[in-house]
């Protein structure tokens, strides 16, 4: 199942969809992957499983190399997650 905690915080994201009459898609990757990803890395995912999350792995790995992207990451995905943690809300 999934946490209250992540529920809770997606209620208000699910009454506006609702309300404006909106469809969804789910993007969550499966527990699993995360788990090894944050354990062993992206690289360690079997390929199979982890070109449903990258579907150009060449292309992902190129953006990752362009400086835009590294201080894109280091100054805020990295900061906010950061932030996240800090907070507990993972």
């Known amino acids: 199942g999934v946490d209250r905690k992540v529920i809770t915080t997606q209620i208000p994201l699910l009454q506006l969809a609702k309300s404006k009459k909106l469809n969804l898609l789910a993007l969550a990757p499966e527990a699993e992957d995360v788990q090894k990803v944050l354990t062993q890395g992206l690289q360690n995912v079997d390929p199979e499983r982890r070109s449903k999350y990258v579907v150009d792995a060449q292309g992902f790995i190129e953006q990752t190399q362009d400086p835009y992207f590294k ?20």
Not at 71 to 90: A, F, M, V, W
Request: hydrophobic share 20%.
């Open 71 to 90: 201080l894109y990451t280091e100054k805020s995905l990295l900061r906010n997650y950061e932030t996240s943690i800090n907070n507990g809300d993972s």
